[in-house]
Protein backbone atom coordinates (compact mmCIF):
# COMPACT_ATOMS: atom_id res chain seq x y z
CA UNK A 1 0.00 0.00 0.00
CA UNK A 2 1.35 3.14 -0.72
CA UNK A 3 0.22 6.69 0.85
CA UNK A 4 0.89 10.37 -0.06
CA UNK A 5 0.91 13.50 2.80
CA UNK A 6 1.37 16.69 1.89
CA UNK A 7 1.06 19.58 5.18
CA UNK A 8 3.55 22.77 4.58
CA UNK A 9 4.28 22.38 8.42
CA UNK A 10 6.97 19.50 8.79
CA UNK A 11 5.30 18.54 12.29
CA UNK A 12 1.92 18.01 11.07
CA UNK A 13 3.64 15.81 8.10
CA UNK A 14 5.29 13.76 10.14
CA UNK A 15 2.57 13.52 12.77
CA UNK A 16 0.30 12.00 10.10
CA UNK A 17 2.77 9.89 8.35
CA UNK A 18 3.43 8.26 11.66
CA UNK A 19 -0.15 7.73 12.43
CA UNK A 20 -0.60 5.93 9.02
CA UNK A 21 2.44 3.96 9.94
CA UNK A 22 1.15 2.38 13.33
CA UNK A 23 -2.42 2.05 11.90
CA UNK A 24 -1.10 -0.22 9.26
CA UNK A 25 1.56 -1.94 11.32
CA UNK A 26 -1.63 -2.85 14.10
CA UNK A 27 -2.99 -4.85 10.77
CA UNK A 28 0.13 -6.18 9.40
CA UNK A 29 -0.20 -3.87 6.16
CA UNK A 30 3.02 -3.61 4.09
CA UNK A 31 3.24 0.64 3.42
CA UNK A 32 5.54 3.00 1.63
CA UNK A 33 4.20 7.00 2.67
CA UNK A 34 5.89 9.49 0.67
CA UNK A 35 5.61 12.91 2.95
CA UNK A 36 6.18 16.48 1.05
CA UNK A 37 6.17 19.91 2.79
CA UNK A 38 5.86 22.02 -0.67
CA UNK A 39 2.33 21.22 -2.72
CA UNK A 40 4.31 22.31 -5.75
CA UNK A 41 7.06 19.82 -5.69
CA UNK A 42 4.93 16.93 -6.34
CA UNK A 43 2.53 17.99 -9.16
CA UNK A 44 4.18 16.13 -11.48
CA UNK A 45 3.72 12.85 -9.67
CA UNK A 46 1.99 9.73 -10.95
CA UNK A 47 -0.81 10.04 -8.23
CA UNK A 48 -1.96 6.40 -9.95
CA UNK A 49 0.50 4.91 -7.63
CA UNK A 50 -1.05 6.23 -4.76
CA UNK A 51 -3.58 4.58 -2.74
CA UNK A 52 -4.73 7.95 -1.41
CA UNK A 53 -3.57 10.95 -0.70
CA UNK A 54 -3.91 12.99 2.63
CA UNK A 55 -3.93 16.81 1.70
CA UNK A 56 -3.30 20.16 4.12
CA UNK A 57 -6.06 22.44 2.89
CA UNK A 58 -4.12 25.65 3.35
CA UNK A 59 -0.99 25.79 1.58
CA UNK A 60 0.94 28.08 -0.77
CA UNK A 61 -0.98 26.02 -3.61
CA UNK A 62 -4.22 25.43 -2.02
CA UNK A 63 -4.99 22.10 -1.16
CA UNK A 64 -8.43 22.21 -3.34
CA UNK A 65 -6.83 22.67 -6.41
CA UNK A 66 -3.94 20.00 -6.03
CA UNK A 67 -7.12 17.54 -5.39
CA UNK A 68 -9.09 18.88 -8.28
CA UNK A 69 -5.66 17.93 -10.49
CA UNK A 70 -5.29 14.34 -8.65
CA UNK A 71 -8.77 13.57 -9.40
CA UNK A 72 -9.01 14.51 -12.75
CA UNK A 73 -5.85 12.58 -13.34
CA UNK A 74 -6.12 9.82 -11.28
CA UNK A 75 -10.07 9.01 -9.87
CA UNK A 76 -9.32 6.18 -8.03
CA UNK A 77 -6.93 7.62 -6.01
CA UNK A 78 -8.69 8.57 -2.97
CA UNK A 79 -8.54 11.62 -1.02
CA UNK A 80 -8.33 12.71 2.22
CA UNK A 81 -8.57 16.69 3.64
CA UNK A 82 -6.59 17.31 6.88
CA UNK A 83 -7.14 20.65 8.33
CA UNK A 84 -7.57 22.77 10.94
CA UNK A 85 -10.13 25.05 9.25
CA UNK A 86 -14.16 23.06 9.31
CA UNK A 87 -15.55 25.92 7.21
CA UNK A 88 -13.77 24.29 4.56
CA UNK A 89 -15.02 20.98 4.55
CA UNK A 90 -17.67 21.67 1.92
CA UNK A 91 -15.39 22.14 -0.70
CA UNK A 92 -14.37 18.46 -0.53
CA UNK A 93 -17.84 17.65 -2.26
CA UNK A 94 -16.40 18.93 -5.52
CA UNK A 95 -13.67 16.67 -5.78
CA UNK A 96 -15.22 13.45 -4.06
CA UNK A 97 -12.91 13.84 -0.72
CA UNK A 98 -13.29 10.31 1.42
CA UNK A 99 -13.12 12.60 4.27
CA UNK A 100 -12.05 16.32 6.29
CA UNK A 101 -10.33 15.29 9.34
CA UNK A 102 -9.66 18.14 11.89
CA UNK A 103 -6.09 18.45 12.97
CA UNK A 104 -7.60 19.54 16.74
CA UNK A 105 -9.14 15.36 16.70
CA UNK A 106 -6.80 13.58 14.48
CA UNK A 107 -5.84 11.05 15.68
CA UNK A 108 -9.23 9.99 16.86
CA UNK A 109 -10.98 10.22 13.82
CA UNK A 110 -7.89 8.90 11.29
CA UNK A 111 -8.15 6.20 13.56
CA UNK A 112 -11.82 5.56 13.76
CA UNK A 113 -12.42 5.95 9.72
CA UNK A 114 -8.91 4.10 8.85
CA UNK A 115 -10.93 0.49 8.64
CA UNK A 116 -13.12 1.97 5.82
CA UNK A 117 -10.81 3.59 3.99
CA UNK A 118 -9.11 0.01 3.24
CA UNK A 119 -12.21 -0.81 2.29
CA UNK A 120 -12.80 1.80 -0.10
CA UNK A 121 -9.02 1.44 -1.09
CA UNK A 122 -9.99 -2.48 -1.81
CA UNK A 123 -12.94 -1.73 -4.18
CA UNK A 124 -11.45 1.19 -5.64
CA UNK A 125 -7.57 -0.44 -6.84
CA UNK A 126 -8.91 -4.00 -6.40
CA UNK A 127 -7.28 -5.62 -3.70
CA UNK A 128 -7.45 -9.24 -2.15
CA UNK A 129 -6.36 -9.99 1.20
CA UNK A 130 -4.23 -13.36 1.49
CA UNK A 131 -2.78 -14.69 4.90
CA UNK A 132 0.06 -16.48 3.07
CA UNK A 133 3.05 -17.74 5.61
CA UNK A 134 1.72 -16.26 8.80
CA UNK A 135 1.66 -12.62 7.23
CA UNK A 136 -1.68 -10.72 5.72
CA UNK A 137 -1.15 -9.02 2.69
CA UNK A 138 -3.39 -7.19 0.30
CA UNK A 139 -2.85 -8.11 -2.83
CA UNK A 140 -3.67 -5.87 -5.75
CA UNK A 141 -5.31 -8.21 -8.12
CA UNK A 142 -4.09 -6.59 -11.34
CA UNK A 143 -0.52 -7.95 -10.38
CA UNK A 144 -1.55 -11.11 -9.85
CA UNK A 145 -1.30 -13.03 -13.06
CA UNK A 146 -2.60 -16.62 -12.25
CA UNK A 147 -3.69 -18.51 -9.16
CA UNK A 148 -2.93 -22.30 -9.18
CA UNK A 149 -4.43 -24.70 -6.78
CA UNK A 150 -2.49 -27.65 -5.16
CA UNK A 151 -5.07 -29.62 -2.81
CA UNK A 152 -5.71 -27.22 0.08
CA UNK A 153 -2.43 -25.12 -0.89
CA UNK A 154 -3.12 -21.34 -3.34
CA UNK A 155 0.48 -20.30 -5.22
CA UNK A 156 -0.31 -17.01 -6.42
CA UNK A 157 2.32 -16.01 -8.96
CA UNK A 158 2.61 -12.39 -8.71
CA UNK A 159 4.28 -9.74 -11.51
CA UNK A 160 6.63 -8.10 -8.84
CA UNK A 161 10.27 -9.20 -8.17
CA UNK A 162 9.54 -9.52 -4.54
CA UNK A 163 7.92 -12.60 -3.19
CA UNK A 164 6.53 -13.11 -6.51
CA UNK A 165 4.86 -16.46 -4.81
CA UNK A 166 2.46 -16.54 -2.41
CA UNK A 167 1.49 -19.73 -0.54
CA UNK A 168 -2.23 -19.66 1.45
CA UNK A 169 -4.16 -22.40 2.38
CA UNK A 170 -7.27 -22.07 0.83
CA UNK A 171 -9.52 -23.87 -1.75
CA UNK A 172 -10.07 -22.04 -5.08
CA UNK A 173 -13.95 -22.12 -4.89
CA UNK A 174 -13.00 -19.93 -1.84
CA UNK A 175 -12.34 -16.77 -3.97
CA UNK A 176 -12.79 -17.94 -7.32
CA UNK A 177 -16.23 -15.99 -7.68
CA UNK A 178 -15.08 -12.77 -6.25
CA UNK A 179 -11.93 -12.52 -8.78
CA UNK A 180 -14.29 -14.22 -11.49
CA UNK A 181 -15.96 -10.25 -10.86
CA UNK A 182 -12.58 -8.46 -11.25
CA UNK A 183 -10.93 -9.87 -14.39
CA UNK A 184 -10.45 -13.31 -14.02
CA UNK A 185 -11.38 -16.91 -15.42
CA UNK A 186 -11.21 -20.69 -14.34
CA UNK A 187 -9.44 -21.69 -17.05
CA UNK A 188 -9.54 -25.64 -15.24
CA UNK A 189 -10.42 -26.61 -11.48
CA UNK A 190 -6.83 -25.93 -10.62
CA UNK A 191 -6.17 -22.54 -12.20
CA UNK A 192 -7.45 -19.13 -12.40
CA UNK A 193 -5.71 -16.50 -15.14
CA UNK A 194 -5.88 -12.92 -15.01
CA UNK A 195 -7.29 -11.82 -18.58
CA UNK A 196 -4.65 -8.79 -18.48
CA UNK A 197 -1.81 -11.41 -18.62
CA UNK A 198 -3.10 -14.03 -21.44
CA UNK A 199 -1.66 -12.67 -24.87
CA UNK A 200 -4.06 -15.22 -26.95
CA UNK A 201 -6.24 -19.25 -26.57
CA UNK A 202 -6.49 -21.18 -29.08
CA UNK A 203 -9.15 -24.36 -28.79
CA UNK A 204 -7.41 -26.16 -25.94
CA UNK A 205 -4.36 -23.30 -24.67
CA UNK A 206 -4.10 -20.38 -22.98
CA UNK A 207 -1.16 -18.32 -23.67
CA UNK A 208 0.03 -16.07 -21.43
CA UNK A 209 2.08 -13.29 -22.26
CA UNK A 210 5.23 -14.08 -19.60
CA UNK A 211 5.77 -16.97 -21.65
CA UNK A 212 3.41 -19.56 -20.34
CA UNK A 213 0.90 -22.07 -21.38
CA UNK A 214 -1.79 -23.86 -19.45
CA UNK A 215 -4.64 -26.10 -20.98
CA UNK A 216 -8.51 -25.97 -20.55
CA UNK A 217 -10.22 -28.40 -19.06
CA UNK A 218 -13.53 -29.60 -21.07
CA UNK A 219 -15.31 -28.17 -18.19
CA UNK A 220 -14.43 -24.49 -18.24
CA UNK A 221 -13.36 -24.78 -21.70
CA UNK A 222 -17.21 -22.76 -23.02
CA UNK A 223 -17.75 -20.54 -20.20
CA UNK A 224 -13.73 -19.48 -20.35
CA UNK A 225 -13.63 -18.81 -24.25
CA UNK A 226 -17.01 -16.50 -23.81
CA UNK A 227 -15.27 -14.24 -20.84
CA UNK A 228 -12.10 -13.93 -22.96
CA UNK A 229 -14.32 -12.52 -25.99
CA UNK A 230 -16.51 -10.38 -24.09
CA UNK A 231 -13.30 -8.95 -22.38
CA UNK A 232 -11.44 -8.67 -25.61
CA UNK A 233 -14.78 -7.07 -27.11
CA UNK A 234 -14.68 -4.04 -24.25
Given amino acids: MRFLVCDDNKMFAENISNLLNDLCSERSIDVKIDSFTDAGMFLNEDFQKYDAVFLDVMMDVPGIDVAEYIHKNSPDTIIVFISSYIE ?32 EISKRKRFITVRAEGEIENVPTDIIIYIQSDQRVLYFCLDRERRNVLRSYLKLSDIAEELESKGF ?32 GD ?16
Fill in 185 to 216: IRIHKSFLVNLNYINHIDSKTVYLKTGQTFSM
Fill in 219 to 234: KYHDSAIRSYILWRGK
Fill in 88 to 119: YAPEGYHVNAFRYILKSDLERTLNNCFDDLLN
